[in-house]
């Protein structure tokens, strides 16, 4: 019996080959990382792509060095045709919203952070958890693939509209084979997210630590499992949706493909098929996963602010009621997208007023989050910046969806230039604020290294002011009408908007360079940076109770006791100003939860 | 850089066979009888009793997104055409149902295994094999439906209804191998010892889930088709 013990000891040490350390590894802290590595790349390459869409668009026959190599006949000489313009815009779209904003704040930051801050030593399926990352990894490679397969990548811009997506390559320039790609790309997406769903959801559930009652819990854990219930129900939708394009594509059936349909001057073989069901089946994902990208944001940036007012928010409670209500109210607004799609004007009156009601929720966690930062001091660093950053664009551009909900100013704003702005404010760049944030903050706990304050603070100004800059114009773009997709602005009416449009894109230009500070920040910190203590931001939640870097099991083998809620702040105890969670020294505090 | 590297943790004993028990796990050994650790998991978290519930819920939400297309398809056309159901389906289904009842038993059975109070003799894992078979019986009599619907001239693509026939089923089929899969997966467990309750409650319920998902698809086709 006592040998048997002693070898089982041995037998569950930390993995030692390479390949199940970095590789195939089933530690969820290192199948973060991995994810946040993808997310990284992703988000390079979609930024190059939009560079390039931005310059074709302020200088329409300027050539661009180098594009002539990606795509002979889509840049023939440097210049792209519109086709290939839309094939850019189509790649940009889709490897930013599912490889960037659902990767890095969910996957990345989830994977590495909610086992450590429930006070588990790992997911309860390590096994799915990494065919979770390497089945999200295969989609990547499938979707970029496109790039060098056939005619180059679908056009169909990210929502891949029905009809174009089911009638092969008669629609055009990546319409046969890229579309096949970019569904089977995005199915393999819906089963890794699925899996990655199961482990949050059970995460959550199951392996809460002694004392971690779901109260106690982070608001970035609530949010990574508010994200994940969404997940779960939104990406099961979708791949149905895309296995039965698929079949429209290769197998000749015809569920999308409506009757007597002519394009480009050919008749389509098929009969019967139902556009709008595209419709309906992808916005019932569509519309949460905006969510899916925002509400993991939502929770880092609390959990920062907080950290920083030493303070905690007015109500742990009705931030999470408020993130719980934006998910359930998620399902309901999908129609909001198809306004002006055909389908019955009542439904758009249904469909517009969840629309207006889930402006509450959002007005709820800002105004808490505005009203909690009244009266702190803050701390300012690079991470408390990004976070004050994120609710100044989720503001700004939350307030353009007031005029979106609206089906009668919708039908005048739709696909302008006004939507372009207004989603990439609140979804793209709030986002993407939210993944900076949480990568100051966390990154001393994930690497053991502390990144550079002065660098991270000049890359917060210059994509501060920048993203203003590119995005506010948007705005005022698409109320003077100007159309979204066009690669190029010939029309009278749109010739007097080119002077905007070179503004925008000058305003990209460096905004897009300033990332490379935080690219040379991060690689730079990562290797040669101030090495970090284990709490260096005097923080109270588990993940900061533990060894920095965590160990292999995250707490070194005994599971921690949990004492407290999760912020005690502005309270006096022997470590200062705070009490962790996991130290059993009674304080007397104001803001205990009832 | 304040790297600590732990222990790592040592096994509950409590999971550990105990001296003088049958060693047939007591739902919760990690390591088998006969003390073999290359068997034992290399990574073992704690079980998790709701992730199979966040399964079904997500293969819920499939069948009702293809539900709802099959719905929509066929009322915004005029070339639905309607066929009868091959009659198999019906066979298909009471082996299916039977399949769960012999799960039921083979659960109660290894429960009493499991819990050391009879001999290692009589083994419970036959009832699981009928079970396993009675699954596979099921998935050849869905290729035999899918057969004689060929014959008949019935492909893929023939029509909108024999479209989502095939597409329903398959994906429910596939469903299926995954559960014979678990069945698999539970059977290796019990031979070595170190099944837990939870992955045979788990495979039970996800095999359940599956029979009342066929009912319902067949309610489905067969009002629909």
Redo the contacts between chains.
Sequence with gaps: MHDISAQAVHHHGPPTSFIRKHVFSLDHKVIGKQYYALALLAAFIGMALSWMMRIHLAWTNAPIPGLQLLSKSGAPGGVMTPEYYLQLMTMHGTIMVFFVLTTAPFAAFGNFFLPIQVGAEDMPFPHFNMMSFWVTFAAFVVLVSSFFIGDGPTLGGWTQYAPLNAVGAVAGPGQGLGVVLWMASIALFCVGQLLGSLNFISTTLDLRVKGMSLMRLPLTAWAWFITSCMGLTAFAVLMPACILAILDHVAGTSFFVASNLVINDQLIPKSGGSTLLWQHLFWFFGHPEVYIAIVPGIGIVSHILITNMRKPMLSHRTLIYSMGALAVLSYMVYGHHMFVSGMNPYSSLAFSFPTLVITIPSTIIVLIATFSLYGSRLRINSASLFSLGFISMFVSGGVSGFFLAQPSIDIMLHATYFVVGHFHLVMGVAAMFGIFAGTYFWFPKMTGRMMNETLGKIHFWLSFVGAYCIFMPFHYLGMAGNVRRYSSFPDDFLQPLIPVHRFITVAALITGAAQLIFLYNLIHSRFWGKPAPDNPWEATSLEWSTPTPPPFDNFGGELPVVYHDPYQYGVQSSAGDYVMQTSPEQVKTEHEEK | ???????????D?DR?PK?GHPGNGGWRD??PAN?D?HV?L??????????IY??L???T??F???S??LI??KG?????QTFTLPSILYLNTLILLASSVTLEVSRRRVAVFMGGLKSQAESPARWLYITLFLGLLFVAGQYAAWSQLRAEGLY??TN?SS?FFY?LTA?HALHVLGGLGGLIYVIRKLSKSTLRRNALDATARYWHFMDVLWVYLLCLLWMKL
């Excluded at chain 2, 850089?1 to 790592?8: I, K």
């Excluded at chain 2, 915004?76 to 639905?80: F, Q, T």
């Design positions: 850089m304040s790297t600590t590297v732990h222990e790592p943790p040592q096994i004993p550990l001296q990690l390591v003390g650790l034992a290399d990574h073992s978290p704690p079980a998790s009793s709701s992730a966040v399964v819920f997500a293969i939400m499939m009702a997104a293809f709802s297309a929509v398809r915004s056309s005029l070339d639905w893929l693509a909108p479209s597409v994906t």
